[in-house]
């Protein structure tokens, strides 16, 4: 009963050369984030969307995008990666409707794991 | 801006012994906290939440934990721990009224259990 799904679980790309990642959930949740966990360190959220509102942290880097094409579906694009991209790249997503969503419980796919040669 | 802060890098506990695990957080205003477990190779779940009335919540699994708002801290215990427990720990800081629920994390715990 998989409700957060990432796919692939490990990805291998070339410097330089554009991936993409996936993430799909079966919760009908309004909002979708994506975190990027480098090895011992804590997650850090890159961008969500809430509907198809996209929200993008001061701090991301352009080399980041992401495509939320309908509810289900969120993908995040690497345009160029780097050595420092490698990473643990988690997907999350929470309801979006209750009137408090700053309390609204985020759950987690297993994440990608990137690797740059 | 939140920030959480995770001392302990790894801890080691017996199986059967209790368990603390300790966060301190910075933020402005009485904050929205949480706890999660990342076992390996998954995604994290959420152990609990506090966000108002009694300072001792109730948790997944037989966590609490216990917002102190004068030591700025929300740890997280458990009175007896079992070999499934071994996994990464992080505490979470989530901010208010913010339209989504923007958490930042701690560096985490990753918590070993020795038969």
């Known amino acids: 009963d998989a409700m957060v799904i990432q796919n692939p679980r490990y990805q291998v790309t070339q410097f330089g050369k554009p991936v993409t990642l996936s993430c799909s959930q079966t919760?009908?949740?309004?909002?979708m984030y994506w975190y990027q966990q480098k090895s011992s360190q804590a997650p850090k959220l890159l961008f969500h969307?809430?509907?198809?509102?996209?929200?993008n942290e001061a701090d991301t880097p352009d080399n980041f995008q992401s495509r939320r094409p309908n509810t289900s579906f969120c993908f995040l694009d690497i345009r160029s990666p780097g050595l420092g991209d490698a990473a643990m790249y988690l997907c999350?997503?929470?309801?979006?409707?209750?009137?408090?969503?700053?309390?609204?419980?985020?759950?987690f796919g297993p994440g990608t794991r990137l690797l740059v040669l | 801006a939140q920030s959480v802060t995770q001392p302990d890098i790894h801890i080691t506990v017996s199986e059967g012994a209790s368990l603390e695990l300790r966060c301190n957080y910075s933020y402005g205003a009485t904050p929205y906290l949480f706890w999660y477990v990342q076992s390996p190779g998954q995604g994290l779940q959420l152990l609990l939440k506090?966000?108002?009335?009694?300072?001792l919540v109730q948790g997944i699994k037989g966590f609490e934990a216990e917002f102190k708002r004068s030591q700025s801290s929300f740890n997280l215990r458990k009175p007896s721990v079992h070999w499934s427990d071994a996994a990464e720990y992080f505490c979470?800081?989530?901010?208010?009224?913010?339209?989504?629920?923007?958490?930042?994390f701690g560096t985490g715990t990753r918590l070993l259990v020795s038969p």
């Open positions: 506090y966000f108002s009335g009694d300072t």
């Open positions: 969307y809430y509907d198809k509102d996209f929200n």
């Open positions: 979470a800081v989530g901010g208010r009224n913010t339209g989504f629920q923007k958490l930042v």
């Open positions: 999350a997503t929470s309801k979006g409707t209750s009137g408090s969503k700053s309390q609204e419980t985020q759950y």
């Open positions: 919760l009908n949740h309004n909002v």
